[in-house]
C-alpha cells in the first residue's frame, strides 16, 4: 500500500472516499470499469487511470466481466454442499440469458441453500412457485429465517433488545471515568477477537492508546467472506447496537473520533440496519460532538465493499477503504499503529464488539466466568442447512461441540460426512472426532483443526472428498489477491492438480502435493494461501481411503 495514495486518499477523507465513488458509480452502471468512469475518478483524486483501474477491477461488483448480470447464483461451500443450485441455475435460465446469470460469494442464507442475489435483494430457499413469480414479476418473498439458540442461563449476544437508554447505560457510566481504568477490564475479561486469530484486545486497543497521533480510526470488519458463516450478518441485522456500542467504547478508550462500519455488499439488509441504527443513535443525541456532555467526540461512517473476500483481511480491509487495490500489506507496522490513512487505527471484528457491552456492565472478571481460562466468554457459532435446526447458537466458550451438533441443533437431518468449522480455512472435521472437540480456541488448536469465526458447512455423505478438496483450492485461486506467488500459484496449481486427477486424466504424486502444500503454508503472506493447507491435510489425513484412487500407488 503506497504511502503517497493513502496521503491523497486521506485528503478527500470519508465523506468523499474515493472506494464510495466507485461502489456508487458501479451501483448506477453494474460495472463501473468503462474507461470515463475510471478516468475521472483517478483525475479527481489524483490517483491516476492506473491505479483507479487496478483497483475496481479487482472487484467482483465493479469488474467488466459482471457488467449486465441480472442474477447472481451464491456458490459458497455451503450451496454447493446443499445441492441446489444446479436446479436453481435451470429454473433462474428459463427466465435470463446465459449472459445475465452471474456467480456470488457468499450470502450468507446458509441455512436454506439455494440463495441468489437479485435486483439488489437476497433470497433462499424458495419454493418453485414463489421463485417464478420472483423472477417473473419481480416480486416475492425473501425473509430471511433461522433459530436463534442461547445456551447460556442468560443469554449474551442473543439478549432481547430493551431500549436505548438502558442498552447504553453501561457505556454512559463508563464516560464518566478516566479511560485508563478500562485497561485492566479488559485484560481481566480476557476478551480475544472473533475474526479467526483469536487474538487478545486488550493488546490490540492498548497499542492503538498508546500510539501517537492527533486522528485516529476505530474499523469494524463486517467483511464475514466465510462461505457458511452468518453470525455477522446476524449480529448486525438483529443486534445492531452491540456492535456501535463496543465500536465506541474503543474510540473512548483508543482516542478516536471516527468509527468506520466496513460492510460486504453481499449482505444489503446488514448494510440497511446497521445505518438505521446509527440513525437512531443520532436522534437521541448519542452521536456528534461532546456526547451526553462526557466530552467524548464520535460518529460513524459506512462503506460498502465490493465483493472481494480477501477485503476481510484486516490490512487489505484498509487499502479498500482507502480506493487503492486490495493487497495485503506486510505487518508490522500494524494498524494499531499504522492503519487507515497511515493514522493508527483499532479494527475487530462485528462479533468481538458485540462483546465489549457485558464488559462495560459487569467487569472483566465477571465476564470471564464464562467459558474457559484461555478462551473467556461466549461464541456464536452459524449451522447450516443440513442440521435439524439450522441457526445460530450462542454457547459459553469451552461447550462441547457434540452437545451444539447433537442436542441443540437436533443432529443432522440427512448423512453427513465431516463439518467444515471457521470457513474454507478453518478445519475440516470428520463426523467421529466432533465428540472430541470443545468450542474453544485450543480445543481446536490442539486436535489439529481452527475454531475461526465458527461457521460451520456440513460436508454430505453422497460429495465426493474430492470435489471439497476442489472446491477449496479453486476458493484460494479465485480469491487470492495476487500479491505473492505461493498462494496466487499454488492454488491455481493445486486445482489443476485435483482436477485433472478427478477427471481421470492423471493420477496425483503425494509428494508433489506435500511440497505444495508445505511450501503455500510457510511462505504465503497471509492466512489465505497459508490457511488452505490445513482443511486439504485434513482431508488427506481423515479420508485417506476415500482419496487414495487419486493418488499414484506409492512406490
Ligand atoms: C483471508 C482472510 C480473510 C479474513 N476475513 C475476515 C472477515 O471476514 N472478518 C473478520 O473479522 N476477520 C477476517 N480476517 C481476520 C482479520 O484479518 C483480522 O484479524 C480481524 O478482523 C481482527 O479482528 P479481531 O481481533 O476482532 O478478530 C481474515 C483474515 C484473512 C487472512
Ligand atoms: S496469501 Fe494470497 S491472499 Fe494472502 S497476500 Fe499472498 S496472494 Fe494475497
Not at 15 to 21: C, E, K, P
Not at 458 to 475: G, K, N, T
Not at 497 to 508: D, F, I, P, Y
Amino acid at each position: 500500500m503506497s504511502k503517497n495514495l493513502s496521503a491523497l486518499s486521506f485528503r478527500k477523507g470519508l465523506d468523499q472516499s474515493v472506494f464510495d465513488r466507485m461502489v456508487r458509480s458501479g451501483e448506477a452502471r453494474g460495472t463501473a470499469e468503462d474507461a470515463a468512469t475510471v478516468h475521472r475518478i483517478g483525475e479527481e483524486s489524483l490517483f491516476g487511470d492506473a491505479v483507479t483501474l487496478g483497483a475496481v477491477s479487482f472487484y467482483d461488483f465493479l469488474k467488466k466481466q459482471n457488467a449486465g448480470k441480472k442474477v447472481l447464483l451464491c456458490n459458497g461451500s455451503a450451496c454447493l454442499c446443499a445441492g441446489t443450485q444446479e436446479a436453481l441455475h435451470r429454473d433462474v435460465a428459463r427466465h435470463f440469458k446465459p449472459e445475465e446469470i452471474g456467480h456470488i460469494c457468499c450470502l450468507g442464507r446458509c441455512h436454506q441453500g439455494a440463495a441468489f442475489q437479485f435486483a439488489g435483494r437476497n433470497h433462499s430457499g424458495l419454493t418453485a412457485s414463489q421463485l417464478e413469480t420472483l423472477l417473473a414479476t419481480g416480486e416475492g418473498e425473501s425473509a430471511d429465517r433461522y433459530a436463534v439458540v442461547s445456551d447460556l442461563p442468560r443469554p449474551i449476544l442473543t439478549a432481547p433488545w430493551t431500549d436505548l437508554a438502558d442498552f447504553y447505560a453501561p457505556l454512559k457510566a463508563w464516560l464518566r471515568r478516566d479511560p485508563r481504568e478500562l485497561a485492566a477490564e479488559l485484560r481481566d475479561s480476557g476478551l480475544r477477537g472473533r475474526g479467526g486469530a483469536g487474538f487478545p484486545l486488550h493488546l490490540k486497543w492498548q497499542s492503538c492508546r498508546d500510539s501517537k497521533g492527533d486522528i485516529k480510526y476505530v474499523v469494524c470488519n463486517a467483511d464475514e467472506g466465510d462461505p457458511g458463516a452468518y453470525i455477522d450478518k446476524y449480529l448486525m441485522e438483529h443486534q445492531p447496537h452491540s456492535v456501535l456500542l463496543g465500536m465506541m467504547a474503543a474510540g473512548w478508550f483508543c482516542g478516536a473520533k471516527v468509527g468506520v462500519l466496513y460492510i460486504r455488499a453481499e449482505y444489503p439488509d446488514s448494510i440497511a440496519r446497521m445505518n438505521a441504527a446509527v440513525r437512531e443513535l443520532r436522534e437521541a443525541g448519542w452521536l456528534g460532538r461532546d456526547i451526553q456532555g462526557s466530552g467524548f467526540d464520535f460518529d460513524f461512517k459506512t462503506i460498502q465493499g465490493a465483493g472481494a473476500y480477501i477485503c476481510g483481511e484486516e490490512t487489505a480491509l484498509l487499502a479498500s477503504i482507502e480506493g487503492q487495490r486490495p493487497e495485503v500489506r506486510v505487518r508490522p507496522p500494524f494498524p494499531t499503529q499504522e492503519g487507515l490513512f497511515r493514522r493508527p487505527t483499532v479494527l475487530n471484528n462485528v462479533e468481538t464488539f458485540a462483546n465489549l457491552r457485558p464488559i462495560l456492565a459487569g467487569g472483566g472478571k465477571a465476564y470471564a466466568a464464562t467459558g474457559t481460562a484461555q478462551s473467556t466468554g461466549p461464541k456464536l457459532l452459524s449451522l447450516d442447512g443440513h442440521f435439524v435446526r439450522p441457526g445460530i447458537y450462542e454457547v459459553a466458550m469451552g461447550t462441547p461441540l457434540s452437545r451444539v451438533v447433537h442436542e441443540l441443533a437436533g443432529g443432522f437431518r440427512d448423512p453427513v460426512k465431516a463439518i467444515q468449522v471457521g470457513g474454507p480455512l478453518g478445519g475440516l472435521v470428520p463426523l467421529d472426532r466432533i465428540g472430541s472437540l470443545t468450542v474453544d480456541f485450543e480445543s481446536f488448536k490442539n486436535a489439529g483443526f481452527l475454531l475461526g469465526h465458527a461457521g460451520v458447512v456440513s460436508i454430505p455423505a453422497s460429495m465426493p472428498m474430492i470435489d471439497y478438496v476442489e472446491h477449496l483450492f479453486q476458493f484460494t485461486a479465485d480469491e487470492s489477491c495476487g500479491k505473492c506467488f505461493p498462494c496466487r500459484l499454488g492454488s491455481t496449481r493445486g486445482q489443476e492438480l485435483v482436477a485433472r486427477a478427478r477427471a481421470g486424466q492423471g493420477r496425483m504424486d503425494r509428494a508433489l502435493v506435500d511440497d505444495l502444500l508445505e511450501t503455500m503454508e510457510q511462505t504465503s503472506l497471509c492466512a489465505l494461501g497459508g490457511g488452505v493447507p490445513l482443511p486439504i491435510r485434513n482431508a488427506l489425513k481423515y479420508f485417506a481411503d476415500e482419496l487414495q484412487p487419486y493418488f499414484e500407488p506409492a512406490v
